[in-house]
């Protein structure tokens, strides 16, 4: 699931296209999700097919470290949580942008 899929492309009044605002969901802690430490170096996008089996699903992973506007790479000694319940974060996203 990409983070665009269904999001509408709006034109401004000189016709540019653009996608509109997205919403994101709150990705709270919980006693399922998993936590690592980055030895080697890591992208976000490898996370998320390690432990989704989806690599565009990079951005719940970034979203749940607070990591705003991240580039893939994550820095070595970093810890990192990955959420468990990621079907509930998929549902609440298209939820928030129906």
Known sequence: MQRYDNTEIVKDKNGKRYYKSILLPEINVSDADEYIIVTQQK?????AQEYYSDATLWWVIALANNLSNPT????????IRIPKDINSYITNYRELNV
Do not use: A, F, S
């Open 72 to 79: 893939l790479v994550i820095p070595l000694g970093m810890q």
């Open 43 to 47: 992208r976000l996008d490898h996370l």
